[in-house]
């Protein structure tokens, strides 16, 4: 793999996950904060949603840190190992996790009845956002487990091939 391929892409993981990390410390909560103070019949919500996006933002982070020890692997040429695997099923394991968080959100959201500062259709885009979440992470998930079938099966063969030779 090309040195410069790697540090743009490991550049691009600390980017990502710094801004996770403000998203975390600074946006959520003030979000939350301010959403609240705007409309204060939201207060009961505030801390479960605000724990639901941070730990959202944390599943993220997982899979980041995955994918840069995938990374790392790629890179000294043994990402066909079981190692790789483990980092892989961290991956697959994050995005269950946001996808099972999203969809609890969205169900919350669609038994019950939250107080609309406008016409409700906050909640209903909330709604909408939350289900389009579990679906994307769904998907993705689904695509991880039928990817991690190549390692897997790359690691055979090579296994295979070592023992022929």
């Given amino acids: ?22 998203a975390q410390i600074v946006v959520v ?6 959403e609240v103070d ?7 919500l505030q801390v479960p949603y605000g724990t639901a996006a941070i730990a959202g933002v944390g599943c993220v982070q997982v899979a980041l ?13 043994a990402i066909f190992t079981p190692r790789a695997l483990w980092w892989v099923d961290t991956v697959i394991g994050a995005l269950v996790v946001e996808t099972v968080l999203a969809l609890v ?8 009845e939250i107080p609309s500062p406008d ?19 769904a998907s993705f998930a689904l695509l991880v487990v039928v990817l991690r079938q190549l390692p ?11 023992g022929a030779v």
């Fill in 1 to 22: 793999m090309s040195r410069v391929l790697v540090t743009v892409l490991r550049a691009g993981i600390v980017a990502a996950f710094v801004l996770g990390l403000f």
């Fill in 105 to 112: 959100v969205g169900g919350h959201l669609a038994v019950t």
């Fill in 119 to 137: 016409d409700g259709m906050d909640v209903v885009g909330a709604l909408g956002a939350a289900l389009v979440t579990v679906g994307v992470g």
């Fill in 38 to 44: 705007a409309f204060p019949p939201y207060a009961p």
């Fill in 29 to 34: 909560p003030a979000t939350a904060a301010g």
């Fill in 152 to 162: 897997q099966k790359a690691a055979r063969l090579q296994a295979e091939r070592a």
């Fill in 65 to 77: 840190v995955a994918v840069w020890r995938l990374l790392t692997l790629a890179e000294r040429d």
